[in-house]
């Protein structure tokens, strides 16, 4: 009974984004048969959206199992793709490979639903662990930029995406009547709306830049036209996939927006220290891994503790 | 051998570099639909050779072949192989021809007359990992004997972090490969590899290449 119940609400929502899907596909072929310039990349990118939604439609709705496998090789994914990037020193070709085997194991915390060690683990174990790993190679040139990025990019790639896991059991264990998959879907969907609604007004109406160095095209206007759509947004859609009331989830959908906003600029600076335009070419009309996935680096850890403080 | 060859790359190979590295790719557009080609290569890794060939459809599997040092590749009966009939090499002699005038890219020139795609690296061996060491003249000879055939400059980078000459342990690490405009022999050998030179430059400085140190 509550089984079907879980189901249809968020079938329900998941025909809503198809069909928002169906619309946008729409247009852009109308754009790209009228030869406007960009049609192309908007192309590629409408055809990514499909991929990654179904790809994250199979994961949700198969269960708990199939999304941590999913989210944990989204968590790989990301991580690969940061090493890749980042300068790296020769004698650290292993000590990477104890920070890849942290994702497995972090997963696997999560869908053992053992939520003190899912919380320290990397933190204080991996933490400790890769310093004493890096330092025991006995090389002391370049020590502090090893630890300093090794760590970081684990707390952001696979501890802070870990959490989008950790809603699957956390949205169980507290009785969210659409299940875990109703939270992840929540902050899902709201975290990648809020990226395309803070582009749209940036676009229409952006004129005061917040960080101009870090993102010259992150504006105020765009900012807090996106926080207002997206909270609207969370009003309705926090009654039908979560335990909140439509004030509470005003509060998750403004903080969802700002927090995934955090995560893009941060992001980009990272990007901008680095030299490089998009995180690698991975996913056609988007970049890489990290170029989707960086609002979720913020977003989920902060809508995952709210949750976990005010209703678990 | 052709169907083993066929399933280990459909099997292993492919799903390797699909999950454990990550191939970024420039210039897909620039490397041939069918033969002869010769596609030119700086190498780092093992991983290069594969990574190449798995760029081609499988249906262009048999097709492709990696020219290869005999003395390394056919120096013990497993490697040999291996090396033959999984890889599918094109065995030359690196010392350059035992027997008195005899032209040692012969096999190379007959391969390309049938239409196939060799894969060279001119640096000759992996040498230091992510570091350009000189090229070889071997690739603007086969060149000049072959005018009318293209050779696609090749910069790859990244295969040497994952996995070293002298290493067998593989790392995860994404790689770039950025393919050129292709390049047609001519009489002067160092105006060929002077322009085959300068080509790989342009095309390493189109990629980021992190530090390695």
């Known amino acids: 009974m509550s089984m079907f119940g879980e189901l249809s609400t968020v079938h329900q929502v998941l025909i809503g984004i198809y069909a928002l899907l169906l619309v946008a596909s729409g247009i852009v072929a109308v754009l790209s048969r009228k030869g406007v310039s960009g049609a192309d990349e908007l192309v590629a990118r409408v055809k990514s959206w499909w991929w990654m939604i179904g790809v994250f439609t199979v994961a949700i709705l198969i269960g708990p199992a199939a999304s941590v496998v999913f989210l944990g090789f989204l968590s790989f994914l990301a991580l690969k793709e940061y090493f890749s990037l980042i300068p790296t020193r020769r004698i650290d070709r292993e000590v990477l490979l104890w920070a890849y085997l942290a994702v497995p194991i972090q997963f696997y915390w999560v869908y053992s639903n053992w939520y003190g060690m899912f919380i320290v683990f990397i933190p204080v174990w991996m933490f400790l662990l890769l310093s004493m790993v890096i330092t025991l190679r006995g090389e002391t040139e370049g020590f502090l930029r090893a630890v300093g990025t090794y760590t970081w990019g684990l707390m952001i790639t696979v501890f802070a995406l870990s959490h989008l896991a950790g809603l699957m059991f956390l949205g169980r264990e507290i009785g969210n009547p659409a299940g875990g998959a109703g939270l992840l879907l929540f902050l899902v969907f709201l975290t990648q709306f809020n990226d395309v609604a803070q582009f749209t007004w940036g676009k229409m109406f952006g004129r005061h830049a917040i960080v101009p160095k870090v993102s010259p095209k992150k504006t105020w206007e765009g900012f807090l036209g996106g926080l207002a759509t997206t909270t609207l947004l969370a009003v309705f859609l926090g009654p039908f996939l979560t335990v909140m009331d439509p004030l509470w989830s005003a509060f998750a959908g403004a903080a969802i927006a700002a927090a995934g906003f955090i995560g893009d600029v941060t992001i980009s600076a990272l990007k901008r220290d680095l030299k490089v335009k998009d995180s690698s070419g991975l996913i056609p009309g988007h970049g890489g891994i990290l170029d989707r996935v960086d609002s979720l680096t913020y977003a989920a850890p902060a809508f995952f503790h709210i949750i976990r403080y005010f209703y678990a | ?213």
């Open chain 2, 1 to 213: 051998m052709k169907l083993l060859r066929l399933v280990f790359f459909a099997l292993v190979i492919r799903p390797v570099l699909l999950i454990l590295l990550g191939v970024n790719l420039r210039g897909r557009e620039k490397l041939p639909d069918h033969g002869p080609a010769v596609l030119a290569a700086n190498h780092n890794s093992h991983l290069d050779t594969l990574t190449l060939i798995a760029l081609f459809p499988l249906r262009d599997l048999p097709r492709i072949r990696p020219v290869a040092a005999m003395d390394y590749f056919l120096k013990n009966r497993f490697l040999a192989w291996f090396a033959t009939n999984i890889i599918g090499i094109l065995p030359i002699d690196r010392q350059g021809g035992a027997k008195e005038g005899a032209n040692p890219l012969q096999a190379c020139e007959d391969a390309l007359a049938r239409g196939d795609i060799l894969i060279l690296f001119p640096e000759g061996s992996r040498g230091e990992p992510e570091h350009l060491s000189g090229f070889k003249k071997g690739i603007a000879h086969l060149a000049r004997g072959c005018p009318e055939v293209p050779v696609i400059p090749i910069f790859m980078h990244g295969l040497g972090r994952a996995l070293p000459k002298g290493s067998f342990i593989l790392v995860p690490f994404n790689c770039d490969i950025a393919v050129g405009d292709a390049l047609f022999g001519e009489e002067d050998i160092a105006a060929f590899m002077a322009r085959y030179e300068a080509k790989m430059k342009r095309l390493a400085s189109e990629l980021h290449l992190p530090v390695w140190d």
